[in-house]
């Protein structure tokens, strides 16, 4: 076979938690008197870590005072425990998705750049129904997405060459994380990011729904030369 395993994103990919997380930003945002941003500009605002995302937020005098984006951080962090799992829910076709690769012996994994804490709790609450060798969020010390720390974390934790793991995601952060660990990247297109930016950063294969990609790992498999 010539995948053992996919190593998915959390966030875009496996979850829509676009409005959760819009949600709790925005009470961020009230509690300093500013505006709210629309749920759709979330989508380019998520997905290089919590960090990140205040600053994309956060009015240029705050963001430049390391001290309010920490406190940010701590506020936002607060505010998504209330409400994480409002709108929270796998995407259509996910459930089948990982039935299949479960019932064919492919290793599921999870790397995203959300907290550790809230990676697990997602997975373990929304994904329960699945076995997951590997789930890996952020976590001090261990360099986010796109580095390829945590893709090679995978690599091993699995056993596998890092040739064997298949990472699906939907942003350019994840392609570039699949480039840079070895690993062949497919880009799902039901996510936060458009085709254009997965191509460009080095999708090998773009899918619209996870029935393709179930198609797509079934031809693959059957294509492997008989041992």
């Not at 829509?16 to 009470?27: F, Q, V, Y």
């Not at 936002?76 to 019932?103: C, M, V």
């Not at 350019?172 to 460009?200: I, K, N, P, S, Y």
Request: net charge negative.
């Amino acid at each position: 076979m010539r995948y053992q395993a996919v190593l998915f994103d959390l966030d875009g990919t496996l979850l829509d938690t676009l409005a959760d997380l819009a949600e709790a930003s925005n009470r961020v945002l009230a509690a300093h008197g500013l505006k709210p941003y629309p749920v759709e500009d979330y989508r380019y605002f998520v997905g290089n870590g919590v960090r990140h995302l205040l600053e994309c937020i956060l009015p240029k005098p705050l963001r430049e005072q390391e001290e309010e984006v920490d406190a940010a951080i701590a506020a936002f962090q607060q505010e998504y425990a209330k409400n994480w799992q409002e709108h929270t829910r796998p995407y259509e076709g996910i459930a089948e998705l990982l039935d299949y690769l479960s019932a064919n012996g492919y290793r599921l994994s999870v790397l995203s750049n959300k907290p550790q804490h809230f990676t697990e709790l997602c997975v373990q609450t929304m994904l329960a129904d699945w076995h997951f060798h590997s789930v890996l969020g952020q976590r001090e010390g261990v360099p986010r997405k796109p580095h390829p720390a945590g893709a090679l974390e995978t690599a091993r934790v699995l056993d596998l060459p890092t040739s064997a793991i298949l990472y699906a995601g939907d942003t350019g952060v994840d392609m570039r994380t699949a480039q840079q660990a070895g690993m062949d990247a497919v880009g799902v297109l039901w996510g936060f990011r458009d085709a254009e930016e997965l191509r460009a950063t080095g999708a090998e294969l773009l899918v619209q729904s996870p029935q393709e990609l179930i198609r797509f790992l079934a031809e693959s498999a059957a294509a492997e030369p008989s041992a």
